[in-house]
């Protein structure tokens, strides 16, 4: 019998504009109009505080932003089976996250999607918790439900 494929450990921002409205990319390459907040792997025995710094500058293309809050343990997702077999090589059945509330510091004009060689996005908004729970994927809805919920007091402050 084969062996599940483990989680890939990651990271994931709620970056918030000072409206409290959540910064949502829209991902490249896909057939379908999907929208996310910024989050990626952790490289090797990198923090997991500085794999979300690195993650905010490759994909949003600055991190001048301050971190409000962590979640408390590491929240998973699970990929779709027609996806695990093909997304990070089938070594993966989604990733396990650690998740930073973080209140962005400096002006739209400082976003850039193209800043690095790890382009995702190709558009970028500021929208409600709400609306970024009905645009992302379908299958990591339960898991951003989870982050606001986690993060209710500073979503509502």
């Known amino acids: 019998m084969r062996e599940r494929p483990s989680y890939r450990r990651g990271v994931g921002i709620m970056l918030l504009n000072s409206e409290n409205l959540v910064f ?19 490289e090797g025995d990198e923090a997991p505080d500085a794999a979300a710094m690195r993650e905010l500058k490759e994909e949003v293309g600055t991190n001048d932003a301050d971190v409000l ?12 089976a027609r996806l695990s077999r093909k997304v990070w090589g089938g070594q993966h059945r989604g990733q396990r996250q650690r998740w930073y509330a973080m209140r962005f510091r400096g002006r739209d004009e ?15 908004r500021w929208i409600s918790h709400t609306n970024m729970l009905a645009a992302v994927v379908s299958f990591k809805q339960p898991l951003y439900a989870e982050v606001f919920e986690e993060f209710k007091t500073i979503l509502n402050a």
């Open 24 to 42: 949502a990319g829209r991902r490249i390459g896909l057939d379908v109009e999907a929208w996310q907040m910024p989050q990626g792997g952790i």
């Open 69 to 80: 809050a962590v979640t408390r343990k590491w929240l998973t997702y699970d990929l779709p």
């Open 110 to 124: 400082d976003i850039s999607l193209d800043s690095s060689r790890h382009t995702e996005f190709c558009d970028w």
